[in-house]
């Protein structure tokens, strides 16, 4: 696992699955479930967005492989936490690419994840979803495509936030198609976009 977005994003899901084995073992079901989806939901609006092209291999190959090892396995980890909440349907994408019967496999655990990251840290995949979310509610409230393209956005932000996010300043330009991006350091997190004038 290379790419720090892939590693960042782990890190959370270790953290989810930490969170949700506690709720279990408490027999607080509903919170495992709450806490599982609201990453979930997360995951498919950001971590997909912002990893997809790369996962394609609009990039170095070693990113591409980076992309789809840590999709392999947050779908591997998330279809078994929500396994015994929806039985019926996560087994059957479980059977689309695994085999034999998720309910026949083990819980998820932290380590394996943790192996595969090292020290990686949360706040990477937070910021890049983070700034991400602007550009797109930008486009949105403009009534723009998703996919219009951005002349410049600039980022205001905290030193420790711009850090994170210069290290996957790759994969945002490409999710958000935006040409230049400038990082000012501030004390309150905000974005400013210039859409493209023919942007669609």
């Known amino acids: 696992m290379t790419e720090p977005l892939d590693r960042s994003m782990l890190r959370s899901l270790a953290d989810l699955v930490e ?3 506690g709720a279990f073992e408490g ?7 709450e806490r599982t989806e609201r990453f979930f939901w997360g995951f498919c609006d950001d971590y997909l967005e912002l990893v ?4 394609y291999g609009a990039g ?3 990113g591409a492989r980076s992309a789809r090892r840590a999709l392999e396995l947050a779908l591997a980890t998330l279809l078994r936490l929500f396994a015994p909440h929806l039985p019926f349907v996560t087994e059957e994408v479980w059977s ?5 019967s998720i309910h026949r496999s083990a819980w998820p655990d932290q380590a394996p994840l943790l192996a595969e990251i090292g020290d990686a840290d949360r706040l990477t995949y937070r ?4 700034v991400l979310g602007e550009i797109r509610k930008a486009k949105t409230s403009r009534q723009k495509s998703l996919r219009a393209e951005v002349d410049r956005a600039l980022v205001r932000d905290t030193a420790e936030r711009l850090g994170a996010l210069r290290t996957v300043l790759t994969d945002v330009h490409k999710a958000g198609c935006v040409r230049d991006m400038d990082l000012v350091q501030g004390d309150e997190f ?3 976009v210039d859409l493209t004038e023919d942007a669609a």
């Open 19 to 21: 969170e949700a084995t």
């Open 27 to 33: 027999y607080d079901y509903s919170r495992a479930l």
């Open 52 to 55: 997809k092209q790369r996962a």
């Open 60 to 62: 170095d190959e070693g």
């Open 96 to 100: 689309w690419w695994q085999k034999g």
């Open 127 to 130: 910021v890049a979803a983070d």
């Open 190 to 192: 905000a974005v400013e």
